[in-house]
Structure formats: C-alpha cells, structure tokens
C-alpha cells in the first residue's frame, strides 16, 4: 500500500530558486494537508484542502502556493527560496464527512535546505 | 484559537520504568483527539485516537491514553518502557468546523538502558 507519497525526500535549493514537492495519495481521501516541522516548533500547517479545486491557508502560508487539480495530488510551490523555508516539510491526508474529524496519515517527509 | 499544548519538551526514563507523556487541549466541543509516534528521519505514525466513548483507549505497542473532559486532558501512557520506544511524541486534535489538525509541539522521549 502506498498511502501518502511525497517527492523528493532532500533537496538542496539555492536563495531565489523555485520548487515543488509533489505529494500523492491513493486512498481516495478528500482532505490534504502540508505541514512544516521545525525543531521545538511542532507542526505548523501551511495550507489545506477540502477536496478538489479547494484550498484554504493554514498558519504559516507565506512563501508558498498549492493547487488540488484532483483529489489524488496536493503539490506545494516555494516561488522564491528563503533561508527561513529551511525544514521538513510533511504531506498528509485523512477522510472526513461532514464535520467529524478522522485519522491523519502522513508521508515520509521532504528536507529542504536553503542555502 | 483552539490548541493543543504539550508541556514537556524532554523527558527521560530507565527502559522498564513506566511512561506518562501530558497532552492538554484548550476548550471545544467534540474533540477528535490523536497521539503520533515519529523515530527519527520518519514521518508520523498513529499510536492511538479518540473520539468518543470508552475514555479509556487502547493503542498500538502497549499504549495506552485517557480522556478526561473535566482536565481537558489526554495523556498518554505505557507500563513498560522499552529502548525502542526511544522518539518523539506528538499529541494532536482535529478541530470541528475548521477541518484543521492542530499538533503540539512534541515531547521528545529518551530511554536510559
């Protein structure tokens, strides 16, 4: 079983540069999620979506951009490198109706770093 | 807002003692409320949710948690610490009508042969 796959798992991006991480799920669920993770910080959510063709900004938006063209792909779009994009960034997905929560499951992870 | 607080950052215990890891949730109706596993280098693995009945809840690798609505409270716990239960532990909740997961921010756990 697949679940959540995030690609790449490491990259090296110079100050300035644009990228993307792809992230892919095979269980049909209709929420995504992309999270950062910073040493002592937790998991700060930068974007999420609902579904398809819907988006919606989490805590820490800033520097980047997402699309949900299908249910199955949820990229997310650094246009303009920073230092401060330094982290690892983790793509989740869960299966919700209505409002109820469900569990969240989450791919390996991307490392980031800027230099 | 809603949180979700863990107030240990570090915690430390001799393999075979046993565990209380705490996990406090700011007020709100209906939590949906999780605990998460990540060794290093790795993403998140569930060890255990809740979301309603038996406050008592049951886990993967002896785990265990309780809900405690009046202390706001689910705080996660294991008899027996083994070497290999060595990582960091996130306690999160899915917030209703906001469609979010909020994380804590961790406690990372250390295990002393």
């Known amino acids: 079983n697949a679940g959540v796959t995030q690609t790449p798992k490491f990259r090296i991006l110079k100050i300035g540069q644009s990228m993307t991480l792809q992230c892919t799920q095979d269980m049909n669920h209709n929420y995504m999620y992309w999270y950062r993770q910073d040493p002592g910080m937790g998991l700060k959510l930068i974007y999420y979506?609902?579904?398809?063709?819907?988006?919606d900004k989490g805590e820490v938006p800033n520097g980047y951009n997402v699309s949900r063209s299908t249910t199955e792909d949820f990229p997310l779009r650094l246009e303009l490198a920073a230092p401060s994009q330094t982290s690892v960034y983790f793509c989740a997905s869960s299966y919700s109706q209505g409002n109820s929560g469900n569990t969240i499951y989450f791919g390996e992870g991307s490392w980031l770093t800027v230099v | 807002a809603q949180s979700v607080t863990q107030p240990d950052i570090h915690i430390t215990v001799s393999e075979g003692a046993s565990l209380e890891l705490r996990c406090n949730y700011s007020y709100g109706a209906t939590p949906y409320l999780f605990w998460y596993v990540q060794s290093p280098g790795q993403g998140l693995q569930l060890l255990l949710k809740y979301f309603s009945g038996d406050t008592l809840v049951q886990g993967i690798k002896g785990f265990e948690a309780e809900f405690k609505r009046s202390q706001s409270s689910f705080n996660l716990r294991k008899p027996s610490v083994h070497w290999s239960d060595a990582a960091e532990y996130f306690c999160a909740r899915f917030t209703s009508g906001t469609y979010k997961y909020i994380f804590g921010t961790g406690t990372r756990l250390k295990v002393l042969a």
């Open positions: 979506s609902v579904g398809a063709g819907i988006t």
